[in-house]
C-alpha cells in the first residue's frame, strides 16, 4: 500500500530556531506538493515540483522558507528562522503527471503539525 | 482567478440523514472537479472526482455530478453515518494545470 510519508509528525519548537521538514513521496510520482493547513487561512499551497525542478514556490515567504528535493524520494521544507505565525500542519503531496499530460491525482501524507512557542 | 466556494460549516446531522454540502466554481474552460475529505489527524484523501460537463463521481456512497450550466459540484449522500465525520474540501483542476484550487473546507459532525 503505496503512501507519502511525511517526518516529523509533531514538532514543537522555540521562535528563531531552524524546522526541517521531509516528504517522501510515493515511489514513481513525478510531482510534489507543500501544502500549510491554518484555521485562519485553510489550505494553502506553498510550492511544488516536478521531476525535482521548483515550478511554484510563489506561496512560500522567500525571506525564511526553502523547498528543495535532493533527490526523487526526498522532499524538503526548511523554516530558518521560525516564528509563532508559522505554527500549522504541513502537508506534502504527491501525484504523476505525465509529459504533456495533466496532474492524475494528488495523493496527501499524514502532515507534520508544527508548534513554534 | 480560479475559485471554489463551498457551504459554510460546521454541519451537524444526525445518523441517517441526507447530506448536501454545496460547492461552486469560477473558472475559464472546462476543469476537472474533485471532493478532497479529510478524517481528524489525517491527511486529505480523495474521494470522488469529475473530469467532464454531466459526470457523476461516486465512492462510499457520496456522489457529485459535474453542472457545466450551473457552474456547480454538490456532494450528496443518501444517509450519512457517524464515520463520516470530517472536513470535505471540494478542488478544481484546470486542464493542462499541476495546482488543485481548494475551496475552505466544510467540516460535518454526524450524531448518533
Known amino acids: 500500500d503505496a503512501r507519502v510519508t511525511q517526518t516529523p509528525r509533531h514538532k514543537v519548537t522555540e521562535m528563531g530556531q531552524e524546522v526541517t521538514m521531509r516528504c517522501q513521496p510515493i515511489?514513481?510520482?513525478?510531482?510534489v506538493f507543500w501544502y500549510r493547513q491554518t484555521m485562519m487561512q485553510g489550505l494553502e499551497l506553498l510550492a511544488y515540483?516536478?521531476?525535482?525542478?521548483?515550478?511554484?514556490d510563489s506561496g512560500m515567504p522567500k525571506d525564511r522558507f526553502s523547498a528543495e528535493m535532493p533527490d526523487a524520494t526526498l522532499a524538503t521544507l526548511k523554516i530558518q528562522p521560525s516564528e509563532p505565525r508559522d505554527s500549522a500542519v504541513y502537508f506534502c503531496?504527491?501525484?504523476?503527471?505525465?509529459?504533456?499530460?495533466?496532474?492524475?491525482?494528488?495523493?496527501f501524507g499524514p502532515g507534520t503539525r508544527l508548534t513554534v512557542l | 482567478g480560479d475559485s471554489v466556494t463551498q457551504m459554510e460549516g460546521p454541519v451537524t446531522l444526525s445518523e441517517e440523514a441526507f447530506l448536501t454540502i454545496n460547492c461552486t466554481y469560477t473558472a475559464t474552460g472546462y476543469p476537472s472537479l474533485f471532493w478532497y475529505v479529510q478524517y481528524p489527524g489525517e491527511g486529505l484523501q480523495l474521494l470522488l472526482k469529475a473530469t467532464k460537463a454531466d459526470d457523476k463521481g461516486s465512492n462510499k456512497g457520496f456522489e457529485a455530478t459535474y453542472r457545466k450550466e450551473t457552474t456547480s459540484f454538490h456532494l450528496e449522500k443518501g444517509s450519512v453515518q457517524v464515520s463520516d465525520s470530517a472536513v470535505y474540501f471540494c478542488?478544481?483542476?484546470?486542464?493542462?494545470?499541476?495546482?488543485?484550487?481548494f475551496g475552505q473546507g466544510t467540516r460535518l459532525t454526524i450524531n448518533p
Open positions: 515511489l514513481g510520482h513525478n510531482t
Open positions: 478542488a478544481l483542476l484546470k486542464h493542462g494545470a499541476q495546482k488543485l484550487v
Open positions: 503531496a504527491s501525484g504523476t503527471s505525465p509529459r504533456g499530460r495533466p496532474l492524475n491525482e494528488q495523493f
Open positions: 515540483f516536478r521531476n525535482r525542478a521548483p515550478l511554484d
